[in-house]
């Protein structure tokens, strides 16, 4: 369980790099024929973030933060599967735009707390 855990943090930190840096070319107009690429990679980062939070139920993390990562999860994939519509009809894009990224950056945030979560039940218990 210890290097799956690894694995989903190391893919959620790598896969939020590329997006951060592909929202950003986004933003300043570049590679707009990407977006379908970001929209994929999105995705999996929610698919991986969930995984992550079925693991930490199963290692018996408390079901608050695990219930948090699952429903911040969803209004990501929400959001970003939508934002397009959204953009079309709003008049403040920008403020759109910025909740995307704060709700992308906490679901990378929500991941590290369950992993943090995880390892510290994983921690081995030393008594005297």
Same mark, same amino acid.
Do not use: C, D
């Given at each position: 369980?210890?290097? /799956?855990?690894? @694995?989903?943090?190391?893919?959620?930190?790598?896969?939020?790099?590329?997006?951060?840096?592909?929202? $950003?070319?986004?933003?300043?107009?570049?590679?707009?024929?990407? $977006?379908?690429?970001?929209? @994929?990679?999105? $995705?999996?980062?929610?698919?991986?973030? #969930?995984? /992550?939070?079925?693991?930490?139920?199963?290692?018996?993390?408390?079901?608050?933060?695990?219930?948090?990562?699952?429903? #911040?999860?969803?209004?990501?994939?929400? /959001?970003?599967?939508?934002?397009?519509?959204?953009?079309?009809?709003?008049?403040?894009? #920008?403020?759109?735009?910025?909740?995307?990224? /704060?709700?992308?950056?906490?679901?990378?945030?929500?991941?590290?707390?369950?992993?943090?979560?995880?390892?510290?039940?994983?921690?081995?218990?030393?008594?005297?």
């Amino acid at each position: 369980m210890n290097t /799956l855990v690894r @694995v989903l943090q190391m893919l959620i930190r790598l896969f939020g790099l590329v997006l951060l840096v592909l929202g $950003i070319l986004f933003w300043t107009g570049n590679l707009l024929n990407l $977006i379908v690429v970001h929209m @994929v990679i999105g $995705i999996v980062l929610v698919a991986s973030l #969930w995984v /992550l939070a079925i693991v930490a139920a199963q290692m018996g993390v408390p079901a608050g933060p695990v219930i948090v990562a699952m429903v #911040w999860g969803l209004v990501g994939a929400v /959001l970003g599967l939508t934002q397009a519509n959204i953009l079309a009809t709003h008049p403040l894009h #920008w403020v759109v735009q910025a909740v995307h990224l /704060l709700v992308g950056i906490g679901i990378i945030e929500q991941a590290e707390g369950l992993a943090s979560r995880i390892k510290e039940k994983q921690a081995p218990v030393y008594q005297r």
